[in-house]
């Protein structure tokens, strides 16, 4: 399973970003999909969760600004990030974890630069 991330950038603060990851592999239907973010130096936080069934969660920072969504035909998972911050600057990585297996991969991750 190779995850591939794309989407991140250079934003002004109140701007949006759309992140996207897109899965090889088979396991991606029985996989719950997420975004994390990690500063340097700091650990690695969950930011938003989806899975298999669709049942969705989100870290209180982002919720109401951040939308995660999968499409399983595409074996792709994208995060909707909107009314950006600066504090939202960090690295992001997408990761599945197989609901099988409990085995979890992770993408490389895009760095998000929200300026103020």
């Known amino acids: 399973v190779q995850l591939q991330a794309s989407g991140g950038g250079l934003v002004q603060a109140g701007g949006s970003l759309r992140l996207s990851c897109v899965a090889s592999g088979s396991i991606f239907d029985n996989a719950d999909a997420s975004w994390y973010r990690q500063l340097p130096g700091k650990q690695r936080d969950l930011v938003a969760l989806?899975?298999?069934?669709?049942?969705?969660d989100y870290a209180s920072p982002v919720r109401g600004r951040f939308t995660i969504s999968r499409d399983n035909a595409k074996k792709t998972v994208i995060l909707q990030m909107n009314s950006l911050k600066p504090e939202d600057t960090a690295t992001y990585f997408c990761a599945l974890r197989s609901t099988a297996s409990g085995r979890p991969y992770w993408g490389k991750g895009t760095l998000v630069t929200v300026s103020s």
């Open positions: 989806i899975t298999r069934y669709g049942v969705i």
